[in-house]
């Protein structure tokens, strides 16, 4: 089946404005940055009542959002290494908290995400880590794996050793989430020139009295009592044009790959091979505009292949994927197109560049810097966000009249790819 299509408003050519119009705004709050933090965050403090704008300079979720798997973790990972302590065990509501948005039971509703996969399911090889990893799996989430009997069993995973398991974890199409929530928001995007067509007026480090934006003959002065920076890896550079340090950034690269076939030769998977402390390989599925299955593969093998060139991450996976799933599965990996994609995850910088394990903010004068540093805690980052924004002032502004480009919302990476090849 193709892929579904939802709609915003594509980026439109503003109606004709008299030259060198000016239009000034007050406002509660001014975001930069529309990937899923920045749209949750939206979304929450409208709901609460603030009159407040979202500036993308790209297409929405055009950083990692659009790059991510979708899989809503409940603490998976942290589980594996043991490293679930206080803070990490924010992560394991998230899944809970995603579903009832996802039914419409709680807000944002999001009856307009595709749901890819319902659960993931674990599953492991022959090795002696990869069964001890699935052991420590099954003790220390808070909703244990549960088998899944021989005829449940997805096709790709019926020739696998020890038993198959379901996580309950869901997996969502961030291109359909990323249209959920901006088309609730259409008034409140505005598509800017960050390099030319913005400028950030500062008093004192951390403290921004003004943003000017240009387009064409058009400028928009806003003045908002707070800037909150959910830009990923733009983060930096915005945090310097507001007298603050880039070295609260880390960035850490990856380099993902994706294969494409038909059903027959790529059924339709979502899950972790379990090894040891880490997941060998993470797949995850959906379908292409031709109607073709993708899958996306994540996992330790990102990692690895970041010193790799395309062709010998390629080949590598193809070597993973073969040892993580067993012959005779009805996976047929000769007659598949491959890709690669490198992207930089943003994080908060951790002491010895370690790995954040919750949302991560930061808060100086009237600007405040999030990174939700995984898909699943964009929630929780814009809980604790307008918490620290508090009580609007300004509170909700007409600005439906304003004549301005409207982002879009970033493609699948697999529908832009152009370097697709087979691996023989
Ligand atoms: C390959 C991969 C797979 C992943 N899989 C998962 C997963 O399965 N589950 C999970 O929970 N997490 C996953 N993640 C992590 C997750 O994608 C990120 O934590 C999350 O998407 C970050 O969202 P964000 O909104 O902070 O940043 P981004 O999605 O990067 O959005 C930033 C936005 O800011 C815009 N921007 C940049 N500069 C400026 C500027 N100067 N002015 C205005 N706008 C600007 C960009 O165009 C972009 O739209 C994955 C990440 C990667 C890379």
């Known amino acids: 089946m193709p892929m579904a299509r939802f709609f915003i408003a594509p980026p439109t050519i503003a109606p004709m404005s008299p030259p060198d119009a000016h239009i000034t705004r007050e406002l509660d709050a001014v975001i930069f940055g529309g990937g899923v933090a920045g749209l949750w965050l939206l979304d929450e403090l409208h709901?609460?009542?603030?009159?407040?704008?979202?500036?993308?300079?790209?297409?929405?979720?055009?950083?990692?959002?659009?790059?991510?798997?979708?899989?809503?973790?409940?603490?998976?990972?942290?589980?594996?290494?043991?490293?679930?302590?206080?803070?990490?065990?924010?992560?394991?509501?998230m899944p809970d908290?995603?579903?009832?948005?996802?039914?419409?039971?709680?807000?944002?509703?999001?009856?307009?995400?595709?749901?890819?996969?319902?659960?993931?399911?674990?599953?492991?090889?022959?090795?002696?880590t990869s069964k001890l990893g699935m052991i420590g799996a099954r003790k220390g989430l808070v909703v244990a794996p549960q088998p899944v009997s021989d005829d449940e069993r997805p096709a790709a995973l019926r020739g696998c050793p020890g038993q198959v398991m379901r996580l309950d974890e869901q997996v969502v199409a961030p291109y359909s989430l990323l249209n959920d929530l901006a088309s609730k928001h259409t008034d409140r995007l505005l598509k800017i020139d960050a390099e030319a067509g913005l400028s950030i007026d500062?008093?004192?480090?951390?403290?921004?009295?003004?943003?000017?934006?240009?387009?064409?003959?058009?400028?928009?002065?806003?003045r908002a009592r707070h800037v909150v920076l959910t830009a990923g890896n733009g983060?930096?550079?915005?945090?310097?044009?507001?007298?603050?340090?880039?070295?609260?950034?880390?960035?850490?690269?990856?380099?993902?790959?994706?294969?494409?076939?038909?059903?027959?030769?790529?059924?339709?998977?979502?899950?972790?091979?379990?090894?040891?402390?880490?997941?060998?390989?993470?797949?995850?599925?959906?379908?292409?505009?031709?109607?073709?299955?993708?899958?996306?593969?994540?996992?330790?093998?990102?990692?690895d292949g970041v010193d790799m060139s395309p062709d010998e991450l390629i080949a590598h996976t193809r070597r993973e994927l073969e040892a993580s799933i067993p012959g005779g599965s009805g996976v047929d990996l000769s007659a598949v197109e491959w890709a690669t994609r490198r992207v930089d995850r943003a994080?908060?910088?951790?002491?010895?560049?370690?790995?954040?394990?919750?949302?991560?903010?930061?808060?100086?004068?009237?600007?405040?810097?999030?990174?939700?540093?995984?898909?699943?805690?964009?929630?929780?980052?814009?809980?604790?966000?307008?918490?620290?924004?508090?009580?609007?002032?300004?509170?909700?502004?007409?600005?439906?009249?304003?004549?301005?480009?409207?982002?879009?919302?970033?493609?699948?990476h697999w529908e832009t790819a152009t370097s697709w090849t087979t691996a023989d």
């Not at 500062?202 to 806003?222: C, H, N």
């Open 202 to 222: 500062t008093d004192a480090p951390a403290v921004v009295t003004s943003i000017t934006l240009t387009d064409g003959g058009q400028r928009l002065t806003l």
């Open 235 to 303: 983060n930096a550079e915005l945090r310097a044009r507001c007298s603050l340090s880039q070295d609260a950034m880390q960035r850490r690269p990856l380099h993902f790959i994706m294969l494409r076939g038909p059903r027959e030769a790529l059924p339709e998977l979502n899950g972790h091979c379990v090894d040891g402390a880490k997941t060998r390989v993470t797949i995850t599925s959906d379908t292409d505009s031709q109607g073709r299955t993708v899958w996306q593969v994540g996992g330790q093998v990102t990692e």
């Open 97 to 128: 908290l995603w579903r009832r948005c996802l039914n419409g039971e709680a807000e944002p509703r999001l009856t307009n995400t595709r749901v890819r996969a319902e659960f993931c399911h674990l599953w492991r090889t022959q090795t002696l």
């Open 347 to 412: 994080e908060r910088t951790m002491p010895n560049r370690k790995r954040p394990d919750d949302a991560q903010l930061m808060v100086e004068g009237n600007v405040i810097t999030g990174w939700p540093t995984k898909l699943a805690l964009a929630p929780r980052l814009a809980t604790r966000i307008a918490d620290t924004v508090g009580q609007p002032h300004i509170g909700p502004n007409d600005l439906t009249t304003l004549d301005w480009p409207r982002p879009a919302v970033a493609q699948p």
């Open 47 to 93: 709901r609460r009542g603030h009159g407040v704008l979202l500036l993308e300079a790209d297409a929405l979720g055009a950083g990692q959002s659009i790059a991510a798997q979708g899989i809503i973790h409940g603490g998976l990972k942290y589980t594996l290494t043991g490293l679930l302590n206080p803070s990490a065990e924010a992560i394991r509501d």
